[in-house]
T-cell receptor, first 111, second 113 residues
Framework: NAGVTQTPKFRILKIGQSMTLQCTQD?????MYWYRQDPGMGLKLIYY???????DKGEVPNGYNVSRSTTEDFPLRLELAAPSQTSVYFC??????????FGQGTRLTVV | AQSVAQPEDQVNVAEGNPLTVKCTYS??????LFWYVQYPNRGLQFLLK??????LVKGSYGFEAEFNKSQTSFHLKKPSALVSDSALYFC???????????FGAGTTVTVRA
């Protein structure tokens, strides 16, 4: 049972490039989340989803897009990367009455 | 809109002394409440949760938390802190009628030997 898997673990992007952060879970959870954590800071919610085909914006959605075509996968797309998107990105999943399970994070640097 | 406040950026205690990390929340309905811990360069580890039932919740590594509805608080406690408890602690809330999960800004706990 792998839980929540994020790929890649590390990535360096040049300004203006695009990339997709992958997140998959094998716990059949309906709820999935993307957060970013800047150095020494808390978690800010980017996007979240209650199930396939349904997504909602969180606190800091600008510059990001998501899709949820299956229960298992919730990829996060960065378009036109900017230095302000340098951060650690965490994906999480949960069911209606459980805690959220987190992936190990993707450390992204935009130069 | 729901929110979580952790009023202390840092908490410093001596090993063996009680540890308390404060959390207050705001939701429209009834809350689900959670505590997580993060060690340097690691992901988030779940400590404990309040869903329903007893207001005093016991979790991993000797931690407990008390849900106080009138004060909208969910403070994390440990009777006797260890140096290994030094980490970043996050409180989180979700309204039972929603699925948005919001986190506080985090509290850095330092336990000195």
């Amino acid at each position: 049972n792998a839980g929540v898997t994020q790929t890649p673990k590390f990535r360096i992007l040049k300004i203006g490039q695009s990339m997709t952060l992958q997140c998959t879970q094998d716990m059949n959870h309906n709820y999935m989340y993307w957060y970013r954590q800047d150095p020494g800071m808390g978690l800010k919610l980017i996007y979240y989803s209650v199930g396939a085909g349904i997504t909602d914006k969180g606190e800091v959605p600008n510059g990001y897009n998501v899709s949820r075509s299956t229960t298992e996968d919730f990829p996060l797309r960065l378009e036109l990367a900017a230095p302000s998107q340098t951060s650690v990105y965490f994906c999480a999943s949960s069911s209606s009455a459980t805690e959220a399970f987190f992936g190990q994070g993707t450390r992204l640097t935009v130069v | 809109a729901q929110s979580v406040a952790q009023p202390e950026d840092q908490v410093n205690v001596a090993e063996g002394n009680p540890l308390t990390v404060k959390c207050t929340y705001s939701v429209s309905g009834n809350p689900y409440l959670f505590w997580y811990v993060q060690y340097p360069n690691r992901g988030l580890q779940f400590l404990l949760k309040y869903i329903t039932g007893d207001n005093l919740v016991k979790g991993s590594y000797g931690f407990e938390a008390e849900f106080n509805k009138s004060q909208t608080s969910f403070h994390l406690k440990k009777p006797s802190a260890l140096v290994s408890d030094s980490a970043l602690y996050f409180c989180a809330v979700r309204d039972i009628n929603d699925y948005k999960l919001s986190f506080g800004a985090g509290t850095t706990v330092t336990v000195r030997a």
